[in-house]
């Protein structure tokens, strides 16, 4: 794949101290967490229930916009380092916080990316936090790559179960990459990588660029299709949007031109009703986030990076909402279930 001496040839993965320098990166990351704070102020809420929704940013976001000269360094860097030109093919922060700890399961990024125009050679992950061993660092599988690429797991799947952790002789194999501030972690498209479970629940950012060497675009990359988990990470979204459409129809209130964020405004007046309900409270906080996560979605870009919003409203609402929705449905075919209206639904 590449035609260089760079030690990412031989095994797939390079470590790279203070590829930027850490006093470089501290004016970016201070902005970065400014524009958070910014972030959370326009959606009228608390930095903490912004992060509690939202653990991934792409460019093009404000919390990116910080490491415009960050990025440049990083090209002439990198193109020092393999003797190619290299273009930038995408940008993410990412963070693991005390809402988004889990472990990331094993996987490799380029099963994920069947359309050819998203092909890209090799990730730069740039830790902007110091990361010990107990903070979820980085896991790699330094192999070379024999251009075998597995089906991409759906690891947002409410029954997922990473197979690769419970495999001795893989696990026996990963390095593990604790990191300061500015240091990076180089790995191409084929590396097989994750993260463990955060023990210390610490904020961790990390600027993850993707790069395409300009000779390395390949003729035909055979990409098998995903495994799709049961309600994972390709079918969540629309399958919320059934159940909480479901859940309105009970009460005269489903609008299928409604947003999602209007429908989990309505879907919220009525919790008090749904006598399945358990913990109300959790439901109205899933529910809170969810939306919260759609509105930084529109406004800045952000995205969830390891499904935690979808699969904590699945537990907390959508479970037992669909079962009691099937149910209902089923003690009458010919006509619609009808339940009151709380006097105070949105019209």
């Not at 990166?25 to 959370?40: F, Q, R, Y």
């Not at 290299?86 to 990331?104: Q, S």
């Not at 107990?134 to 075998?148: I, R």
């Not at 031109?257 to 009703?273: A, C, G």
């Amino acid at each position: 794949m590449l035609t260089t001496d760079a030690e990412i040839l031989t095994n797939g993965v390079d470590f790279l101290p203070e590829l930027i320098n850490a006093k470089t990166l501290m004016v970016p990351i201070k902005a970065m967490h400014m524009h958070i704070d910014c972030c959370a102020r326009e959606m009228n809420c608390s930095r903490s229930h912004y992060l509690s929704s939202v653990s991934r940013w792409a460019a093009p976001s404000a919390i990116i916009e910080p490491f415009t000269d960050v990025i440049k360094s990083l090209h002439k860097k990198l193109e020092s380092y393999l003797n190619q030109s290299i273009k930038l093919t995408k940008t993410n922060v990412i963070c693991k916080n005390e809402y988004a700890c889990d472990a990331i399961p094993f996987h490799q990024d380029i099963a994920y990316h069947t359309n050819p125009k998203e092909y890209y050679s090799f990730t730069c992950w740039l830790s902007l936090s110091t990361i010990t061993t107990q903070d979820g660092p980085l896991l790699c599988l330094p192999e070379p790559s024999t251009g075998v690429i597995e089906p991409a797991v759906d690891f947002w799947g409410i029954d997922f179960i990473d197979q690769k952790a419970l495999d001795k002789n893989f696990v026996e194999k990963v390095v593990s990459y604790p990191c300061n501030i500015g240091d990076a972690v180089l790995f191409n498209a084929y590396i097989w990588h994750g993260s463990p479970q955060s023990q210390t629940k610490h904020d961790r950012y990390a600027l993850v660029t993707r790069w395409l060497i300009e000779e390395d675009v390949p003729s035909h990359v055979n990409i098998p299709n995903p495994v799709s988990g049961k309600f994972g990470m390709w079918c969540c979204h629309n399958e919320t949007i059934k159940i909480l459409s479901a859940l309105l129809d009970l009460f005269s209130m489903s609008n299928r031109h409604d947003s999602i964020e209007l429908m989990i405004d309505k879907v919220i007046l009525i919790l008090p009703e749904l006598n399945w309900v358990v913990n109300m409270k959790a439901a109205e906080y899933a529910l809170q986030r969810l939306k919260t996560l759609h509105m930084a979605s529109k406004l800045h870009n952000a995205g969830d990076s390891q499904g935690v919003v979808y699969k904590t409203l699945w537990h907390n609402l959508l479970k037992d909402s669909q079962q009691q929705v099937a149910k209902l449905t089923r003690q009458d075919q010919q006509k619609p279930v009808i339940i009151r209206c709380p006097d105070t639904a949105i019209a």
